[in-house]
Nanobody
Framework: QVQLVESGGGLVQAGGSLRLSCAASGGTFSSYPMGWFRQAPGKEREFVAAISWSGTITSYTDSVKGRFTISRDNAKNTVYLQMNSLKPEDTAMYYC??????????????????????WGQGTQVTVSS
């Protein structure tokens, strides 16, 4: 059983930065493509960023390109989301997720929630205007 624990959320003013972390345990993190998703009140969960297990391939939703950076440290079993130039519309609960049951190449990444097998409990990000 894979467990994912997010941290690093909080309240920040528009234009500020936060770094989210997601620590994994109970599995083989280094073989899992990982992703970050977010869900605002009354809205569906949406894709934010994804990274291949090798860390060489990343993908972002258009609204965060140039502002957010996903990265991973396989030695620490941790994936990160660096968020800069935050906007009020970035306010949401942020979740990390792992693709654990699909055999993936080092270049594979996934953008659909249904591709992911394990999810963290989420960390709240609130951006004030």
């Amino acid at each position: 059983q894979v467990q994912l624990v997010e941290s690093g959320g909080g309240l920040v003013q528009a234009g500020g930065s936060l770094r989210l972390s997601c620590a994994a345990s109970g599995g083989t993190f280094s073989s899992y493509p990982m992703g970050w998703f977010r869900q605002a009140p009354g809205k569906e969960r949406e894709f934010v960023a994804a990274i291949s297990w090798s860390g060489t391939i990343t993908s972002y939703t258009d609204s965060v390109k140039g502002r957010f950076t996903i990265s991973r440290d396989n030695a620490k079993n941790t994936v990160y989301l660096q968020m800069n130039s935050l906007k009020p519309e970035d306010t949401a609960m942020y979740y990390c997720a792992a693709v654990a049951t699909t055999v993936s190449s080092g270049k594979s990444f996934y953008t659909r929630p249904r591709s992911y097998d394990y999810w963290g409990q989420g960390t709240q990000v609130t951006v004030s205007s």
